[in-house]
T-cell receptor, first 114, second 115 residues
Framework: AQKVTQAQTEISVVEKEDVTLDCVYETRDTTYYLFWYKQPPSGELVFLIRRNSFDEQNEISGRYSWNFQKSTSSFNFTITASQVVDSAVYFCALSEASFNKFYFGSGTKLNVKP | DGGITQSPKYLFRKEGQNVTLSCEQNLNHDAMYWYRQDPGQGLRLIYYSQIVNDFQKGDIAEGYSVSREKKESFPLTVTSAQKNPTAFYLC??????????????FGPGTRLLVL
């Protein structure tokens, strides 16, 4: 079974639209970490955020915000007023305390058109 | 500047040839990882190492080998036994802290193509 599911394979929006990328995870651990990474066309994965399982506060960083809800096992990522430079593949990942490994989702490709 | 470097950026392999991808980090990270990414796919773990002279297989280790002789370096060899090596290879590193993995940071990647 998939530990991390990103059901949206590809999303296209027009610049300045808001967009939310969904991430649903599965774990039996009570201690775990969730991550979001951005992969621009150049290929390198860029770390965006890390959240631990005990901190359900939403986080905002500029145009980026993250909504962590343990009740629905979701860690969604919203980009406000999207820009062309946001075009990339975005990956959600899970790390469990009981096993030293990252589980990556399959990624969501975001296309922001001018 | 601290970071992770991978070389070469592009690598071409002939049939039956072994090739080695380099990964170096100067972040003083304990753990290092190799992932494979196929077009339109997520990341799959090949090997990882948490300490010098020790490493573990990931999900798709067959046809690959690694070594960890220095903390800073974790080269990956794609052997002739790997029948479909064309992919994008990403190296990552992290500290190991507490009861859970720390954030993994990634290098720029190496694209391997078979001639």
């Amino acid at each position: 079974a998939q530990k991390v599911t990103q059901a949206q394979t590809e999303i296209s929006v027009v610049e300045k639209e808001d967009v939310t990328l969904d991430c649903v995870y599965e774990t039996r651990d009570t201690t775990y970490y969730l991550f979001w990474y951005k992969q621009p066309p150049s290929g390198e994965l860029v770390f965006l955020i890390r959240r631990n399982s005990f901190d359900e506060q939403n986080e905002i960083s500029g145009r980026y915000s993250w909504n962590f809800q343990k009740s629905t096992s979701s860690f969604n990522f919203t980009i406000t007023a999207s820009q062309v430079v946001d075009s990339a593949v975005y990956f959600c990942a899970l790390s469990e305390a009981s096993f030293n490994k990252f589980y990556f989702g399959s990624g969501t490709k975001l296309n922001v058109k001018p | 500047d601290g970071g992770i470097t991978q070389s070469p950026k592009y690598l071409f392999r002939k049939e039956g040839q072994n090739v080695t991808l380099s990964c170096e980090q100067n972040l003083n990270h304990d753990a290092m990882y190799w992932y494979r990414q196929d077009p339109g796919q997520g990341l799959r773990l090949i090997y990882y190492s948490q300490i010098v002279n020790d490493f573990q297989k990931g999900d798709i280790a067959e046809g690959y080998s690694v070594s960890r002789e220095k903390k800073e370096s974790f080269p990956l060899t794609v052997t002739s036994a790997q029948k479909n090596p064309t992919a994008f290879y990403l190296c990552a590193s992290s500290f190991i802290g507490g009861t859970s993995q720390e954030t993994q940071y990634f290098g720029p990647g190496t694209r391997l193509l078979v001639l």
